[in-house]
């Protein structure tokens, strides 16, 4: 298992498109979480699935944004309508509910949006 | 309204002394507090953590020491070497269902030889 992948690793993009992002998580994981790194802040929290299941979403995750993950393997995020403000690392990471090592998450590395 | 709270954005120390990285956090709630490395170009990554009911983890060069009382918690790096350069990010987890991190703006850490 190569850990998490997410791809694209760079996107650049005109304000006003659309944009999709993929992460695919350690494969024995059932949880997985985006965030958002913008430049000089920590990540912070949009949305956790389990399994399937949407369980949690941040108020940061505006109705512009949707994530999925259909089967339960790999998530998409999409950025409707895109903006300027949107303009950071979008990182991926999953753990295993349940375990102890589920609190330290493994982190993908990241895709960097540019919003031009 | 910062929850986890790292107010030195960066360090620098001399390989083989200690580093000391300083983490402070508001909410009450957060049970189990971890320290993230991050290089650039590459996703956090897992460093040590430690549980509220406990005040000190080690391992090897990492301590992490937490002072419930203060809502305070720091990194110890002993001795120092020049790969741990990278930004260092204090994050916190609380009760709820999701266990969704909450991370401090990191500090950026210089180890020079």
């Known amino acids: 298992d190569t850990g998490v992948s997410q791809n694209p690793r760079h996107k650049i993009t005109k304000r006003g498109q659309n944009v999709t992002f993929r992460c695919d998580p350690i494969s024995e994981h059932n949880r997985l979480y985006w965030y958002r790194q913008t430049l000089g802040q920590g990540p912070e929290f949009l949305t956790y699935?389990?399994?399937?299941?949407?369980?949690?979403k941040s108020r940061l995750l505006s109705d512009r944004f949707s994530a999925e993950r259909p089967k339960g393997s790999f998530s998409t995020l999409e950025i409707q309508r895109t903006e300027q403000g949107d303009s950071a690392m979008y990182l991926c990471?999953?753990?295993?509910?349940?375990?102890?090592?589920?609190?330290?998450?493994?982190f993908g590395s990241g895709t960097r949006l540019t919003v031009v | 309204d910062q929850q986890v709270k790292q107010n030195s954005p960066s360090l620098s120390v001399q390989e083989g002394r200690i580093s000391i990285l300083n983490c402070d956090y508001t909410n009450s709630m957060f049970d189990y507090f971890l320290w993230y490395k991050k290089y650039p170009a590459e996703g956090p990554t897992f460093l040590i953590s430690i549980s509220s009911i406990k005040d000190k983890n080690e391992d090897g060069r990492f301590t992490v020491f937490l002072n419930k009382s203060a809502k305070h918690l720091s990194l110890h790096i002993v001795p120092s070497q020049p790969g741990d350069s990278a930004v260092y990010f204090c994050?916190?987890?609380?009760?709820?269902?999701?266990?969704?991190?909450?991370f401090g703006s990191g500090t950026q850490l210089t180890v020079l030889p």
């Open positions: 990471a999953s753990s295993l509910a349940g375990s102890v090592s589920g609190y330290g998450y493994t």
């Open positions: 699935f389990q399994n399937e299941a949407q369980l949690e």
């Open positions: 994050a916190a987890s609380g009760a709820g269902s999701a266990r969704q991190l909450t």
